[in-house]
């Protein structure tokens, strides 16, 4: 392409997503998918176990980036959609489907439950809309607690999983919440790349510019609460077929909502690969503090007020910031295509 | 006659556009100094940049000797600077009384206080205990002077005080300004509107897009000149070409 | 009669949700801030008068004279610190870092005193109640608690009306700039605002301790209803937030006379209704909305 500068000269420039990195990124990446296909045939049972449970917050933690991070909606009530997502699996599997099945179901029951939601919510802002996703949750749960067909408020375990050994629902719990985790890590990347995503950055610069322009920013925000709500629903199905029995108070604490948040602050909000490090991290400090009860909470919370207060960019947003690395880069680079004078990035991620 | 206010080379950014470029200017006591200028120009910033509300990025703003660049908005309403803000900006929620007593909270010694608003616009004492939204546009505007004026300033900034408002309220207005500069106040005036600027005021400093256009005494100058400084209809194309790259 | 009970044990339970709730509105309304770490400071407020009046010699009935200063002033502190470094930065951050605080101070809680329930001993008049008529009773802590909420509210009208301060804090809440071109520091009326919710919610801490056991978990529970509450009454009046609360608590009886299970679920339709039909609730202004 061609543009004018000041000088009214004529100038390529070279417009492209990434730089350097790519083909190493994705060489990369490539060898780590297909190390952590078979996993959990070569790790020990114990450590895939791990990695499950760290898939499922890895995708809890990547929806409520796209929500907060990319949307701008501070929601402390994801848990609502974890718990459904679980209870639909359940609901599904009790009548008789597959529970493996049940997922993708789960997801879209999900996505369908938060679209009436929206027309409630959004038009809240900011801690309103944030305590108001909390009531919604609590709802949820009350609701679901009334259920006698889903074991009420003591619960029930999802059937259909007996006739498999324990070590092939180990086997394809872990295949699943691995196969959920590529599919949302992917979906949201290319969901950003889309022009959905110009939208969403449009709206994190200048939300009137925006509104000026022509940009709908209530369906944009609609599109991704929906989003995040099926992404959440298809970890709680996860969770529920991981786990020998399913309970209200467990499926939709607001732990879920407290480690998204967290994750993803630390990690780095409005990067995608912000939740990933944020869990790991996450996950480390669970393992390393695991006999003193709730002190990786406490400290990981810590953590994450002083990232908000002082390293807002997270740890991968400060780690791109400085070294200029873009792992799955979702805006663009112009170069001047002949010697490289200066690089301007035209939406920064 | 001693300087009571210098700006000194100013610059002040919005993001990445220069807002004020290198103004620079005096108020002398006692004396009326109109900021003229068209949409844009930078006016209001000034005003607001001397309240202290925006950072400038360089150069400085001395009152009485003192710099006060660095202190905040109510630090220096304590020094003697007071703001009537565009569109009057008055607590909604209170009555004319309490606005002008929020005024009175941080005040400094003079001859202002609430009686002696009462005084200069003498339909207020009657109306003291309504909401101020009940109250026409030139009411609220004198209750904002009101208010700016009962913390006793040095130098009151007005900024587009006649903003919305009909001609012959804005006349009842600008004609108490004189009683003010009586009193010993000094007054720096942003004007849209030239010729009520230039009317009242002892000297004139034009701004076009952040910078000095003109300086004068309004005896002196020709409405030509206003004018083009104004407009910027004697400056080259370029310049304007320049500030789109 | 049933009804006329159910209104009653509402009207209780309403003053505390409004008590509870008064330093959320105030903070809201003033700093723009929702601090959703308000509920659990009731419950440090609690555990507090529970672990330190006994050091002081004093009945554990009269601790909030101790601890309530001690939670004004920590409001200021914590205002002039976190929360402002947390609104410099932008409103997005006011939440992420409240809620942080909000799960860090109730598992600091779960960690130091358990999971165990707790409760401020008051003597045998916590137990009593009076039965007019003999057919519905009114428990006398519940009573004291609506009537410190009236009074707490009462105070809170005639000081924001009536003082210097008072009307600060009003201008700071109207106009933040408006109000430090009249020479207030908003900051020092920032960290004001937030000692006296904090002072209150302290007050409303310790009177649930009064009431009924609690547990590090209880500041979530109750700052949702102290939210409903300010939603229902009206964003930003505080006479709203009392009807609000007392609403609220008579929706919870009404469900829970059909069954214990659907207290809160009534409560919460109630709200979910409100925020559908009337979203600036039944005493706000439409501009608090946006």
């Known amino acids: 392409m061609t543009v004018s500068n000041s000088a009214n000269e004529l100038v390529s420039l070279d417009v492209r997503r990434s730089n350097h990195s790519e083909w190493f990124t994705s060489s990369g990446a490539l060898a780590l998918i297909i190390f952590l296909s078979v996993a959990p045939w070569i790790v020990p049972a114990e450590f895939a176990a791990t990695l499950m449970n760290f898939y499922i917050l890895v995708i809890m933690a990547t929806m409520w980036n796209l929500l907060a991070g990319y949307a701008g909606m501070v929601s402390i009530g994801q848990q609502a959609f974890v718990g459904l997502g679980a209870y639909a699996t359940l609901y599904f599997a009790l009548k008789g489907v597959n529970p493996f099945v049940t997922i993708p179901l789960a997801a879209v029951v999900c996505g369908l439950l938060a679209v009436p939601i929206t027309y409630l919510l959004l038009r809240l802002r900011g801690g309103y809309f944030a305590i108001a996703t909390w009531v919604v949750a609590d709802t949820a749960l009350l609701v679901i607690g009334t259920i006698a067909l889903l074991g009420g408020g003591t619960g029930r375990s999802v059937p259909g999983l007996q006739n498999l050994t324990p070590t092939q629902t180990a086997h394809y719990s872990y295949l699943a919440a691995w196969a959920v985790a590529l599919i949302v890590v992917a979906g949201t990347y290319f969901l950003l790349r889309s022009r959905l995503g110009l939208v969403l950055a449009s709206i994190r610069d200048n939300e009137v510019a925006a509104r000026s322009a022509g940009v709908n920013v209530r369906a944009a925000r609609r599109t991704i609460f929906i989003v995040a709500a099926a992404g959440c629903g298809a970890a709680g199905a996860v969770l529920a077929i991981s786990q020998p029995f399913i309970q209200p108070s467990s499926v939709f604490s607001l732990q879920w909502a407290a480690e998204m948040l967290f994750v993803s602050m630390i990690g780095g909000l409005g990067t995608i690969e912000g939740p990933i490090i944020g869990a790991i991290i996450f996950f480390a400090l669970q393992q390393f503090l695991q006999q003193d009860g709730v002190w990786y909470l406490i400290i990981f919370g810590t953590l994450a007020v002083v990232i908000a207060l002082w390293q807002p960019r997270g740890i991968w947003g400060t780690f791109r910031d400085r070294f200029h690395v873009d792992l799955l880069p979702v805006g663009y680079h112009v170069r001047r295509r002949s010697n490289i004078v200066e690089e301007v990035p035209v939406v920064e991620e | ?245 | ?290």
């Open chain 3, 1 to 290: 009669m049933i009804w006329l009970n159910i209104l009653i044990q509402g009207t209780l339970i309403g003053g505390f949700y409004a008590l509870f709730a008064c330093g959320l509105s105030l903070m809201f309304g003033v700093l723009k801030v929702i601090n959703l770490a308000h509920g659990d400071m009731a419950v440090v407020a609690g555990y507090v008068a529970v672990f330190l009046t006994p050091h002081l010699h004093i009945p554990e009935i009269w601790s909030f004279l101790v601890v309530v200063p001690i939670f004004g002033l920590i409001g200021y502190i914590v205002q002039r610190t976190l929360i402002q470094k947390s609104i410099d930065r932008d409103p997005f951050t006011t939440l992420l870092v409240t809620f942080g605080l909000s799960v860090v101070i109730e598992n600091l809680l779960l960690e130091v005193y358990s999971a165990n329930g707790q409760t401020v001993n008051i003597g045998a008049i916590g137990y009593e109640s009076w039965h007019p008529g003999s057919i519905f009773y009114i428990s006398y802590v519940s009573l004291g608690v609506l009537g410190t909420a009236v009074l707490v509210l009462l105070i809170l009208q005639m000081f924001l009306s009536r003082t210097n301060t008072g009307r600060l804090i009003r201008a700071v809440a109207d106009d933040r700039e408006a109000a430090q071109m009249s020479g207030a520091n908003y900051r020092h009326i920032f960290g004001i605002a937030a000692a006296i919710a904090f002072a209150t919610v302290a007050l409303a801490g310790i009177a649930y301790g009064m009431m009924t056991q609690f547990a590090p978990t209880s500041g979530g529970v109750n700052l949702l209803f102290a939210f409903e509450a300010v939603v229902i009454g009206g964003i930003g009046s505080l006479w709203g937030t009392l009807i609000g609360g007392v609403a609220l608590g008579i929706a919870q009886q009404f469900g829970a006379h059909f069954n214990v299970g659907y207290q809160i679920l009534a409560g919460n339709v109630l709200f979910l209704i409100v925020l559908a039909i009337r979203p600036q609730g039944l005493f706000g202004r439409k501009t608090a909305l946006s």
């Open chain 2, 1 to 245: 006659m001693s300087q009571l206010l210098e700006v000194n080379s100013l610059y002040v950014h919005h993001g990445q556009l220069c807002a004020i470029d290198d103004v620079s200017f005096t108020l002398p006591e006692g004396e009326i100094l109109a900021i003229v200028g068209a949409n844009g120009a930078g006016k209001s910033t000034l005003l607001r940049t001397i309240a202290g509300l925006h950072r400038q990025t360089s150069g400085s703003i001395v009152l009485g000797g003192d710099d006060i660049g660095k202190l905040t908005p109510n630090r220096r309403v304590r020094r003697g600077i007071s703001l009537v803000p565009e569109g009057r900006r008055l607590f909604a929620s209170m009555t004319l009384e309490e606005n002008l007593l929020v005024g009175a909270s941080h005040a400094n010694e003079g001859p202002f206080n609430v009686k002696r608003i009462y005084e200069l616009f003498d339909w207020m004492p009657a109306r003291r205990k309504q909401s101020v939204w009940q109250l026409s546009g030139g009411e609220q505007q004198a209750v904002a002077i009101g208010r700016a004026l009962v913390a006793n300033p040095r130098i009151l900034l007005l900024d587009e005080l006649s903003l919305g408002l009909a001609p012959i309220v804005i006349e009842r207005i600008y004609a108490l300004i004189p009683e003010i500069v009586a009193s010993g106040v000094s007054i720096l005036i942003v004007e849209q509107d030239v010729a009520q600027g230039v009317a009242v005021a002892d000297r004139v400093h034009c701004l076009l897009e952040g910078k000095t256009s003109l300086v004068g005494i309004p005896s002196e100058l020709t409405a030509q000149q206003i004018d083009r400084a104004y407009f910027g209809a004697d400056l080259t194309p370029t310049t304007t070409g320049a500030a789109a790259s």
